[in-house]
T-cell receptor, first 114, second 113 residues
Framework: DAGITQSPRHKVTETGTPVTLRCHQT?????MYWYRQDPGHGLRLIHY???????DKGEVSDGYSVSRSKTEDFLLTLESATSSQTSVYFC?????????????FGSGTRLTVV | GENVEQHPSTLSVQEGDSAVIKCTYS??????FPWYKQELGKGPQLIID???NVGEKKDQRIAVTLNKTAKHFSLHITETQPEDSAVYFC????WGAGNMLTFGGGTRLMVKP
């Protein structure tokens, strides 16, 4: 997707190990989001950022932390991966706050915790 | 908080037929309703959106309608084509700081040639 890239695209990790996913944008958008997508649950917000070093929790934030040291990068860390965190993770960006602004999503990271 | 319900979860239509996906929301203050299309292996992509001061919006074969009184909105795709096959998500939010998009559970649309 233009302007937003996620890395890695696929990852397999062992239970109990830390994992960091990266989202990089070239649009200079202020707002960035991390979602997870699971069958039957749609898209659920993990964390979001409204500026450099400004982040807040979403509905499913337990076991995850984020950091944003630069406008273009938003990192999602699984502090100690568990099998329940096997999922597809999407980063999204928006020009303005949610109300009235659509999101642009990255292509996703498929994470498998074994 | 906001809750968005989406129906049906799967929808199969013949090529050329119309498809309708419906969503309901719980927060009467919500005023922005986008729809996303997700193709296999890709991220969701915004295809159309509507704001609460508008009852209907069209873009070629796609239209969205909004009934604020009943708190539901729908996506209509006419003259469906095989390339319309994908998962579709509705979402809702309120204007203002701290308001995130809440997504429905998704509809898998299959268009049979």
């Amino acid at each position: 997707d233009a302007g937003i890239t996620q890395s890695p695209r696929h990852k397999v990790t062992e239970t109990g190990t830390p994992v960091t996913l990266r989202c990089h944008q070239t649009e200079n958008h202020r707002y960035m989001y991390w979602y997870r997508q699971d069958p039957g649950h749609g898209l659920r917000l993990i964390h979001y950022s409204y500026g450099v070093k400004d982040t807040d929790k979403g509905e499913v934030s337990d076991g995850y932390s984020v950091s944003r040291s630069k406008t273009e990068d938003f990192l999602l860390t699984l502090e100690s991966a568990t099998s329940s965190q096997t999922s597809v993770y999407f980063c999204a960006i928006s020009e303005g706050q949610a109300g009235g602004y659509g999101y642009t999503f990255g292509s996703g990271t498929r994470l498998t915790v074994v | 908080g906001e809750n968005v319900e989406q129906h049906p979860s799967t929808l199969s239509v013949q090529e050329g037929d119309s498809a309708v996906i419906k969503c309901t929301y719980s927060d009467s203050a919500s005023n922005y309703f986008p729809w996303y299309k997700q193709e296999l292996g890709k991220g969701p992509q915004l295809i159309i959106d509507i704001r609460s001061n508008v009852g209907e919006k069209k873009d070629q074969r796609i239209a969205v309608t909004l009934n604020k009184t009943a708190k539901h909105f729908s996506l209509h795709i006419t003259e469906t084509q095989p390339e319309d096959s994908a998962v579709y998500f509705c979402a809702a939010s309120k204007w203002g700081a701290g308001n995130m998009l809440t997504f429905g559970g998704g509809t898998r649309l299959m268009v049979k040639p």
